[in-house]
Every structure is written in C-alpha cells, then in structure tokens.
C-alpha cells in the first residue's frame, strides 16, 4: 500500500482537513504525492512571477490557513511525476473526484476549471491543483 512521504504529510497538514481526508484515503489505492499546501506571501508572488499561479498573494486558495488548495501529482515507482503525460494527470483526476464524491467533498481540479469534462477549453492548465468549492 503506497503512504506519503515526511514531506508530503508536512505539506498536506497544512491543507483543511477535507483536503486532509481526500487524500489520505486516495494515497491507500493510488500512490500520489503532495507538491504544495499552504503559500506564504513570498512563495505566492514567486509562483504569481514565474507564471505557475494566475494569482498574486493574497487571492490564491494556497494562501488561506489552513489551505482550502492542494497540490498534488500521481506518482509512479521508477518514474516520478509523469509531468509530461497528461492523460495519466487525466485518469489521476477521475480517480480523486470518485473519492471525493463519495466522500461528499466537493472539489475544483486545474485541469478542468469550469467542470464540463472538456480538458482542452482551459487557458491555464494547472493538472497539480485541487480545491474545496
């Protein structure tokens, strides 16, 4: 059975606790790792500058505390993140949002913004990205 790293339980502890619970019962079937909870203002103006947020501090949902934004990717032994392979970010998604749902947890994903299952109509595509809604 797959578990999170220190780093990733480190980062998920900063996320609330229905972020919490998600993930916590999808890392007992798929393994997954926790990138990013909670930004603190310099780590939000950096993510704003580099262009990986479309938000400046304090409009991002990594900046409330605790987070009401995780990110997280699949992660595959011998191979990591697959970074480059969306339809394994894609299956990942569908996976999290069966779990949620049966979790009553109602969540937004980055590669899918307006929810309507279209994954190309997105103009900024941030697969990692999960928040409460």
């Known amino acids: 059975m797959p578990e999170f790293s220190t780093n990733s339980m480190k980062q998920l502890d900063t996320c609330d606790m229905k972020l919490q619970a998600l993930f916590h019962k999808v890392i007992v079937t798929r393994d997954c790792t926790i990138i990013q909870g909670h930004r603190g203002e310099e780590l939000q103006r950096e993510a704003f500058r580099t262009g990986t947020s479309e938000l400046d501090w304090p409009e991002s949902e990594h900046n409330?505390?605790?987070?009401?934004?995780?990110?997280?990717?699949?992660?595959?032994?011998?191979?990591?993140?697959?970074?480059?392979?969306?339809?394994?970010?894609?299956?990942?998604?569908?996976?999290?949002?069966?779990?949620?749902?049966?979790?009553g947890i109602a969540v937004r994903w980055g590669g899918d913004w307006d929810g309507d299952l279209t994954f190309k109509d997105q103009k900024f595509h941030d697969l990692p990205h999960w928040e409460l809604i």
């Open 64 to 103: 409330d505390a605790p987070s009401r934004a995780v990110d997280v990717g699949p992660y595959y032994m011998g191979e990591g993140i697959p970074w480059q392979l969306r339809e394994r970010w894609i299956y990942f998604a569908g996976y999290v949002f069966a779990v949620a749902d049966d979790l």
